[in-house]
């Protein structure tokens, strides 16, 4: 993708690549598997529509990723207008799984729930970082804040994640 003008066929291939990553970001942005689906698809129109906004040379994951995160942020303001609401909460963002839990995915069920309890920009910052592996500069262009406010978030989140599980209190989810 490096030195040229992208061209459609090559937004496609790009979008199929990362269908699962973006999917991925969308159900962490919404909690929601339905609502994931349509920023996914919503992506790849936008996408698909605005190629040539590409800037060759630079990673299309983050660009990708950079465009579904806008489509949420407008998504958001327009739920809070419709509906005087911002954030809708889901449960769980994990799928159930009746079968026999082992030791290993008790803890990554625990894991996950800490993540999830964590204030929203913090989950997101720490999403883009620790499971995308986006560095802090690429982290911060996509969520459009300074490099600083990503280093804060990922501090904080680490902070309160490395806290014991029942130290943690409810109040925290108002603090980003």
Not at 100 to 113: G, P, V
Not at 118 to 130: D, I, M
């Amino acid at each position: 993708m490096e030195g040229k003008i992208i061209t459609t066929s090559d937004v496609r291939q790009q979008l199929a690549a990362h269908l699962t990553r973006l999917w991925r970001y969308g159900l962490v942005l919404s909690r929601d598997r339905d609502l994931a689906e349509e920023l996914v698809q919503s992506t790849c129109v936008r996408a698909l529509e605005r190629g040539a906004q590409y800037t060759p040379g630079t990673r299309i994951d983050r660009w990708l990723f950079s465009i579904l995160h806008s489509i949420w942020i407008s998504e958001l303001r327009s739920r809070h207008v419709r509906m005087g609401k911002g954030f809708v909460a889901s449960e769980e963002l994990i799928a159930p799984d009746y079968r026999e839990q082992d030791d290993a995915r008790l803890h990554y069920q625990t894991i996950m729930r800490r993540v999830n309890a964590l204030p929203e920009a913090q989950r997101n910052t720490v999403f883009l970082v620790y499971v995308e592996g986006f560095t802090y500069q690429e982290a911060a262009q996509t969520l459009a804040v300074p490099v600083g406010t990503i280093m804060s978030r990922l501090a904080a989140a680490r902070a309160t994640l490395a806290k014991p599980a029942e130290a943690q209190s409810p109040e925290r989810e108002k603090r980003s």
